[in-house]
């Protein structure tokens, strides 16, 4: 059985120990604000409309609208807990307020090179942002973890499942204050 989002949001980021932050930018928070209000104040009402109207028709054990729509309600209220735990514990970092970007820190853009020559650009950011499709990877990543505290022309070691690989940070970049 796959874990509760409740116990997920008590037991901190992946890999790290219970009660660590959850560290987010403010397009973040702002995104899963967003989400909660939508599910909350949008979605919410709608589906409860559907059930009311489904529960008024009688016969609630073969009702297919009643059934998805109590199980889409349980759904919406578990993703609702979920976002305002979230929300209560998040610690909001902006990028653009870093004074250090010397250094690869929470919410840099980093370029680093692998010993194949490619370059690769990632942004550090929170658990609940992270996108690897879009180069946007957690800050609890193996990668990120290995470039956190690195400056341009360090080679830092990641440790991967087909072994260790040396890259080296080829451009730092913050957004802009």
Same mark, same amino acid.
């Given at each position: 059985? $796959? ?6 949001? =008590? ?15 403010? /397009?973040?928070? /702002?995104?899963?604000? /967003? =989400? ?6 949008? !979605?919410?009402? #709608?589906?409860?409309?559907?059930? *009311? ?6 016969? @609630?054990? =073969?009702? $297919?609208?009643?059934?998805?729509? #109590? ?11 979920? +976002? @305002? ?29 692998? =010993? ?6 990632? &942004? ?6 992270? !996108?690897?499709? /879009? ?5 609890? *990543?193996?990668?990120?973890?290995? +470039? +956190? ?14 072994? &260790? ?7 730092? @970049?913050?957004? $802009? $204050?």
């Amino acid at each position: 059985m $796959a874990a509760d989002d409740d116990d997920e949001d =008590e037991a901190g980021p992946p890999g790290l120990p219970p009660g660590t932050p959850f560290y987010m930018t403010p /397009a973040g928070q /702002a995104a899963l604000t /967003a =989400e909660l209000r939508r599910l909350w104040s949008e !979605e919410r009402p #709608k589906v409860v409309e559907v059930v *009311s109207w489904a529960a008024g028709l009688g016969d @609630r054990s =073969e009702n $297919a609208d009643y059934q998805y729509g #109590k199980r889409r309600l349980r759904e919406i209220d578990r993703r609702v807990r979920f +976002l @305002r735990k979230r929300l209560e514990r998040v610690q909001v970092v902006d990028p653009a307020a870093q004074t250090r970007r010397d250094q690869v820190f929470f919410g840099a853009t980093v370029t680093y090179a692998r =010993e194949d020559d490619s370059e690769v650009t990632v &942004t550090i950011v929170g658990v609940d942002e992270a !996108e690897s499709g /879009a180069g946007r990877i957690s800050w609890v *990543s193996p990668v990120a973890r290995a +470039l +956190l505290g690195a400056r341009i022309g360090d080679l830092v070691r990641l440790r991967r499942p087909q072994g &260790t690989e040396s890259i080296e940070v080829v451009a730092i @970049r913050y957004p $802009a $204050a």
